[in-house]
């Protein structure tokens, strides 16, 4: 469905494959690094789809995709688009040696960017979230 949405992927419970926070920073994992490659990869896949704000973490990724109208056929889902980010982390996470278990929580969270407004506050959202992560986590030491 055309719109703007924000999306929260996480890994499996217990998990912090993709960074750490140091200091406010992130410092992304080689699988950090290729989840974000994924992500931004995404345009070329689905070419009615517009990428905002992003923001990989410890054991999550946040960001805002943009779905625009156009032929049934081009059109994809927003399902469809995460589908297909897990998917490609997950081979990158086997290549690179992933062993255990499941990466991916089963689902991930969605919310309609309904205004101009709440966009900004999301957009501030996954802006100040390394910072928020690090008062009130502890990242495992590099």
């Not at 991916?104 to 960017?113: D, G």
């Amino acid at each position: 469905m055309p719109g703007g949405y924000f999306v929260t992927i996480c890994a499996r419970s217990g998990t912090h494959p993709f960074a750490m926070i140091v200091k406010g920073k992130l410092r992304a994992t080689s699988l950090g690094a290729q989840a974000l490659a994924v992500w931004k990869s995404t345009p070329e896949h689905f070419p009615l789809v517009v990428l905002d704000a992003h923001c990989l973490m410890p054991n999550h990724f946040h960001g805002i995709v943009w779905i625009y109208d156009g032929p049934p056929v081009m059109r994809p889902r927003l399902g469809v688009i995460i589908r297909a980010f897990k998917a490609e982390v997950t081979r990158h996470a086997r290549q690179g040696g992933w062993e255990d278990g499941a990466l991916w929580h089963r689902n991930y969270y969605e919310s309609v960017i309904r205004d101009r407004r709440h966009l900004d506050a999301v957009r501030r959202y996954i802006a100040n979230n390394p910072r928020a992560w690090e008062s009130t986590h502890r990242s495992p030491r590099a």
